[in-house]
Nanobody, 114 residues
Framework: VQLVESGGGLVQPGGSLRLSCAAS????????MRWYRQPPGLERDFVAS????????NYPDFVKGRFTISRDNAKNTVYLQMNSLKPEDTAVYYC????????WGQGTQVTVSS
């Protein structure tokens, strides 16, 4: 089983990034997918979730309207489009597969700074 995040990096406040998470080794379309983040020195927070077919999404208030989760089951990939980024969005971002089991990726660093 592998979940490999990519797309992180350094971006200025107000900018955008698109994270990708490529999955393999399990039935991707049977799993709900989530993104979490962990800012430096803080606990891990839930960021977004999407249902198996992509018809249902959920976000906490602090990213609602700025972040969009999507998935492509043909490509076994989940995405996180992040717009209007703020310095407080700086964190390591993880994708998570939730189903019969729970699988975590290794994370990708997002730094929002001028």
């Amino acid at each position: 089983v592998q979940l490999v995040e990519s797309g992180g990096g350094l971006v200025q406040p107000g900018g955008s990034l698109r994270l990708s998470c490529a999955a393999s080794g399990f039935p991707f379309s049977d799993y709900g997918m989530r993104w979490y983040r962990q800012p430096p020195g803080l606990e891990r927070d839930f960021v977004a979730s999407i249902s198996t077919a992509g018809g249902s999404t959920n976000y906490p208030d602090f990213v609602k309207g700025r972040f969009t989760i999507s998935r492509d089951n043909a490509k076994n990939t989940v995405y996180l489009q992040m717009n209007s980024l703020k310095p407080e969005d700086t964190a390591v971002y993880y994708c998570v597969a939730v189903g019969r089991y729970r699988y975590w990726g290794q994370g990708t660093q997002v730094t929002v700074s001028s």
